[in-house]
């Protein structure tokens, strides 16, 4: 059966493609080396329009011709107080444009103007070298390095020295925990059901905030900081799992790129957390299908998070504590425990 | 085209799930369309794949391996037709589900009129309306532009102006919408539906052809005072497979070997409700109810009119969605243990992350049994604020759903649906516990004898009959006398109280005649036979029950109070 993959690799060759939603210009070129929040590519955005009514503006009327009045051409660059259009005679009358823009279209006494908005512009969401360039479409970036895959990203990306909170990986984060000498850091904590804890960490402010998990009642806040925060495992009273923990504490002082995306299945867009190393490591398979001996990690209480090793794929359906049958797994535990888990529940770390 | 029984043709559907690919193969045994089996596995229409077409090869090989029949070719390629040595099969249909949330704008002319009209098209695909242009919408015409640019749009529906009416203002919706499409670059041109006045079409074609895929659909408000959605739901239908193409990798490839274009899950499940409705009573009706993981589909016809209405929250990705219509003390008031509030809340969200996730604990599957009852409720509600002519009155009524066939009993599939629904008079349950409802709907469209016998042959679990009862009487007040009749001649009695909730001793598959005295002016069916009297029942897997807990069903404050009476009522099915 088709096994979901999530990555939690100490040291992983990273490849990853960064698209713009429409075409646009590509800033870098093969080779060259990028931060997290450098932007390598950029394209236009759709400024606001607004349309000048040139017949009515000019009080022409509707029998009188008035496209010839107009002075701009589609394609034509105006800048605010430019003349769109102007009567003839001595005591002229002009149409003056209210903004700098172009002029889409002409047409019928009505000229469409677009005002220029800032671009869209696409950050590199980690530290690496451009691979391949996507011609007008993005780059391909890699870097060899630590690879964790989180479950929810509040669509920033920052990058920053890694500090490690959480003192066991089921540790509360807390406003206390919090220190002035954590300013620009990226920080790994435990679970988070405190407001409070993100204010202050807004506060500082850090460059990222890696969470083991925490309540969907704070989405709206986190969503309005300004820097990247990773919900490792979702939402709930959940510790770091094991693995994650392990890697992360032992990388603390690095530098480490948040790119705190928000879990496309889609695209397959998921929230990360990238430690460039100075060592090569393999590409990581992105599809498996369950076979025994795979390191999994499972979702949903009573083992949410746990890490086990997949013993035996069972045969037809097994039942569980709550009667429900599924198709199921024997997966032995950290602790030796063995249990019988539903493949849907069960992801392979690789 | 039409197939008879003569052609015993076999047919496969594939049906392309946000969760689950399908492979359901359906074949003539002993002389009559049977249900043979299902092959599912994990979709493949997400990342890292993006593409069905390796779903469809492996839920295929699961087919083949549990029927022993060679469906594909030493290539892996679908064996179509049926070979001389069995192999194969004759035709192939396919449904989805799969696929992002369509964004679609609607313009009208008159908000309670066209416009209403419009949003109820596109209410019968699983989308959203990102925004809404109509004759009272006074934004200026360049906020209007902006904000359809900023909208991002999959699809416009245009309607508006009666058959040879208005004319003048449609077309001046015409040219924001030129505008839109001129605008934009081709890839994010949204496809556009016109489906108002006929004289106009011609014109709204030539106009927007040159920019975009433009396909013209009957008037659905041919006059002011009533609605026709059936032929526009089609033509939707197509135009959503268009986009979807785009976005499904392999459901072209699929579509281009199917013996019918794809369509999707909901209009094939409408489909079929439709068709059922003219078969069974066609005073009653017939209700679908499909509770998804994206989406929850409610289907209403009576003698061949549907409502057809996909609903954006589920049970998987689409259960934080479920708190954009209701109160978090809205599914907490189903659980029959205390949960606290911000521990549903995570779960909700949580199984938006991980909309696969099956429960392995009560406490979780309460939680998720509590969300399918919210949205259940929430359709069942919203469907008939829509059409107040309508009642829960149905027979039978056809559900499906992994959260509702995923159960420890049939008990709690059928309380989920009752409380959901809370129907009135004598209703019929089945639950689709394959995931065939909708691959019959693809099918009725070329074999319309196939579906009848299927669900003749038992294909869909008998839950039970129904009877709920409507009374004024105060809790525990005697309302009704019960006595059944065996084949046998045996007989039964019972006394029915207001609040409670009965099972009467019948096997699945035995027949009695029930024998009902309504006390204290309590109505059995209030669109029917609304005094007692004596009708043959067949028994479910839950027997056959009587729901007299009151309509609508009204829940103690009292928390603790009420999470006893929620055991109670499962104990007393014996659930």
Redesign the interface.
Known sequence: ??A??THILPLTNIRRARRLP??GRVLVKVGQKVNTTDIIADAPS?G????VDVRRVLGIPRNEKVDQLIQRKPGERIQKGDVIAETSGMFSRVVRSQADGSV??VGGGLV?IETQNPPFVLKAGFSGVVSEVLPERGVILETQGVLIQG??GNNRVDQGVLLSLAHTPGEEFVRTQLDVSMRGAVVLAGYCFQADALQAAAELPLRGLILGSM???L?SLVNKLNFPVISLA????MPIDSDVYKILTTNEKRDTSLNAAV??????DRPEVIIPLPSVGNVAP??DIFKPGQTVRI?????NEFIGVLVQIKPGLSG???????PAALVQLENEEQVT??L??LEVLE | MTTSIVDAESVLVIDLGSINTRAILFDIVDGQYHFISAGVVPSTANAPYRDVSEGIHLAVKKLQETTGRALVDTDGRLVIPCQSDGSGVDRLAVTYSAGPQLRIVTAGLLADVSLESARNLAASVHGKIVDSIGLNDHRRLEVQLDSILQAEPDMIIMAGGTENGAGRSVLKMLELITLVCRMLPQEKRPAVIFAGNRALAKKIKESLEKWTTIQIAPNIRPTIDSEDLGPAQEILAQAVTQIRNAQIGGLQSIGSISSLTPIPTGQAFGRIIRFLSQVYDPARGVLGVDVGSSSTIMAAAVAGKLKLNVFPFGVGSGASQILQGCSIADIVRWLPMHVPDAVVRDYLYQKSLYPAMIPMTSETLSIEQSMARQSIRMAAQNILARWPSMSMSFEPILASGAILSQTASPVQSLLMLLDGLQPVGITSFFLDQNGLIAGLGSVSQINSVLPVQVLESGALLNLGTVISPISQARYGTPILQVRMEYEDGNETRAEVRQGSIVSLPLRAGQNAHIHINPLRRTIINPHGQRGGGSFKITGGVCGAVIDARGRPLILPPDAARRRDLIKKWTIMLGG
Do not use: K
Request: glycine residues 10%; aromatic residues 10%; without cysteine.
């Open positions: 059966m088709i979901p993959v429409v075409p759709n606001q329009h607004y349309i889409l279209m469409l479950a929810w309540s969907a009642d989405i979702g939402f709930g009273h879990w496309n299945p889609q695209t397959g992105e599809t979702q949903g209480a009573p083992y569980l504590a709550n009667g429900v049958r599924t888990i539903p849907a529940n």
